[in-house]
């Protein structure tokens, strides 16, 4: 069966990494216009860097966890394709081969005046020639030919640990449902945004929840 599973910041929450619009989530304790748009780059790029910098710090802290470690074991029973809002490494980490990093990754960056991208797990400081290999606010989510080829080829379509507030990943269930024509399910501990969309809703914490429903699949 091919599966095509879209993965948010829920997703690596138990890992550790803090969400962006729950409560004590990023957005909390920053400014968007200050850190993670296009203009920001022009004018604060300083300040764009220091925030992506404390990001990429936080991933030598972290594990994959129990959620990460299923979808990987998905992929040895079903053609499972990860389009991942995350910007962490913890899909590669826990051995998943086939992801999609629609707004790109955090030890990546990018040469400002050639767009050449260079991998890293340090910080980049005050270097002005280099920005993050991220998709800010005002920017285009990468992959998009990959992205569409996954959802229009899929059999079934899984949602984890996503809010459903961000474009364009928000707008896949309509394709799905409109287009495609399959399955869909929808992980999460709490309503979303798109909620009503999904022709089956999981409530729960990802570790317990994703583990439970990959069993599910392995055993069909
Ligand atoms: P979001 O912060 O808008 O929403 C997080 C969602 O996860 C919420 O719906 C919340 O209810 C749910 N959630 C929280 N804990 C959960 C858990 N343990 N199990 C299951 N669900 C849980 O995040 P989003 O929808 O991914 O928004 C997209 C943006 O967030 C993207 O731009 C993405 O790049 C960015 N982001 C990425 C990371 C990361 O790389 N780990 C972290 C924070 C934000």
Redesign the pocket.
Same mark, same amino acid.
């Given at each position: 069966m091919k599966i095509a599973i879209l993965?948010?910041?829920?997703?690596?929450?138990?890992s550790g990494?803090?969400?962006?619009?729950?409560e004590n989530?990023?957005w909390q304790n920053h400014d968007v216009q200050d850190v993670a748009t296009a203009i920001a780059v022009k004018t604060n790029l300083h300040k764009v860097n220091s925030f992506y910098d404390a990001?990429r710090r936080v991933l030598k802290q972290v594990e994959p966890n129990a +959620?990460h470690l299923a979808l990987a074991e998905l992929e040895k029973h079903h053609d499972v394709t990860i389009i991942t809002? #995350? %910007?962490?490494d913890?899909h590669e980490r826990a051995g998943s081969k086939n992801v999609i990093h629609i707004?790109g990754e955090?030890k990546k960056i990018r040469k400002i005046d050639t767009n050449q991208v260079l991998e890293t797990s340090e910080d980049v400081g005050l270097d002005p020639s280099i920005r993050p290999h991220?998709?800010l606010f005002g920017e285009s989510p990468f992959f998009l030919h990959e992205t569409m080829k996954a959802l229009y080829e899929c059999d079934l379509f899984i949602a984890?640990?996503?809010?459903?507030?961000?474009s364009p +990943?928000c707008y896949y269930i309509d394709k799905i449902n409109h287009v495609v024509k399959v399955p869909s399910i929808e992980? #999460? %501990?709490?309503e979303?945004a798109i909620t009503s969309k999904f022709k089956r809703i999981i409530r729960?914490?990802?570790?317990t929840?994703v583990a439970k429903l990959v069993e599910e699949f392995i055993s069909k």
């Amino acid at each position: 069966m091919k599966i095509a599973i879209l993965t948010g910041a829920g997703i690596s929450a138990e890992s550790g990494i803090q969400t962006f619009r729950d409560e004590n989530g990023t957005w909390q304790n920053h400014d968007v216009q200050d850190v993670a748009t296009a203009i920001a780059v022009k004018t604060n790029l300083h300040k764009v860097n220091s925030f992506y910098d404390a990001r990429r710090r936080v991933l030598k802290q972290v594990e994959p966890n129990a +959620a990460h470690l299923a979808l990987a074991e998905l992929e040895k029973h079903h053609d499972v394709t990860i389009i991942t809002q #995350n %910007i962490d490494d913890l899909h590669e980490r826990a051995g998943s081969k086939n992801v999609i990093h629609i707004h790109g990754e955090l030890k990546k960056i990018r040469k400002i005046d050639t767009n050449q991208v260079l991998e890293t797990s340090e910080d980049v400081g005050l270097d002005p020639s280099i920005r993050p290999h991220v998709c800010l606010f005002g920017e285009s989510p990468f992959f998009l030919h990959e992205t569409m080829k996954a959802l229009y080829e899929c059999d079934l379509f899984i949602a984890i640990g996503t809010s459903g507030n961000v474009s364009p +990943a928000c707008y896949y269930i309509d394709k799905i449902n409109h287009v495609v024509k399959v399955p869909s399910i929808e992980i #999460n %501990i709490r309503e979303t945004a798109i909620t009503s969309k999904f022709k089956r809703i999981i409530r729960g914490p990802a570790t317990t929840a994703v583990a439970k429903l990959v069993e599910e699949f392995i055993s069909k």
